[in-house]
């Protein structure tokens, strides 16, 4: 008998930063799944193009993305991991946000706001560091951000939002027995 495999199929786009800190935006994405889950079809990385903040204070994309997984079983269902960056003062290009959501277990499409953070100075002499030399502190392993592991020991700040829309569907419920 042929194994049975769930199928996660997931489109959309990027389609906007709301209240962003930062000018000249440009965001990295990648997956984060537990391991039983694996990329049939699309990047499991990508990065966008740069974009400026409007009137509004928006900062507007519209990435499109296209990736399928498979997975025997359900556990360890795939997150979307975020990373904005733009430019500060000096030019330099520095953290805006991270963010990272679990894709939606329902089929159909989705409207969806994920909150951005970021690592925000714990004393008075990081702070000035920051100011002085126009660097924030980042993260240097995007699945952090997902995880649960260590982050009520991080301090962040609230950075705005990112808005995106999916498409979802959802195969091999009924052979595996699963009702989503």
Not at 37 to 53: D, L, M, N, Y
Not at 97 to 110: E, K
Request: proline share 4%.
């Amino acid at each position: 008998m042929a194994e049975q495999k769930l199928i996660l199929t997931v489109e959309g786009q990027v389609e906007c930063c709301t209240d962003p800190k930062a000018n000249g935006l440009f965001f990295t994405y990648g997956f984060s799944h537990g391991p039983g889950w694996s990329i049939a079809v699309g990047a499991k990385e990508g990065t966008s193009q740069a974009s400026s903040i409007d009137n509004n204070n928006m900062c507007i994309w519209n990435y499109p993305f296209n990736v399928a997984f498979k997975a025997e079983r359900p556990f360890g269902w795939p997150q979307m991991v975020f990373a904005i960056y733009g430019k500060n003062a000096f030019g330099s290009t520095v953290v805006a946000g991270y963010g990272a959501i679990h894709l939606p277990t329902t089929q159909g499409l989705h409207k969806l706001e994920i909150p951005l953070f970021a690592p925000a100075s714990t004393s008075l002499m990081q702070k000035l560091i920051a100011k002085i030399t126009g660097q924030t502190t980042e993260f240097i392993n995007l699945n952090f951000i997902a995880g649960g592991e260590a982050r009520d020991l991080t301090r962040t700040e609230s950075q705005g939002t990112l808005k995106m829309t999916l498409n979802v569907l959802i195969g091999g419920t009924q052979a595996l027995d699963l009702i989503l």
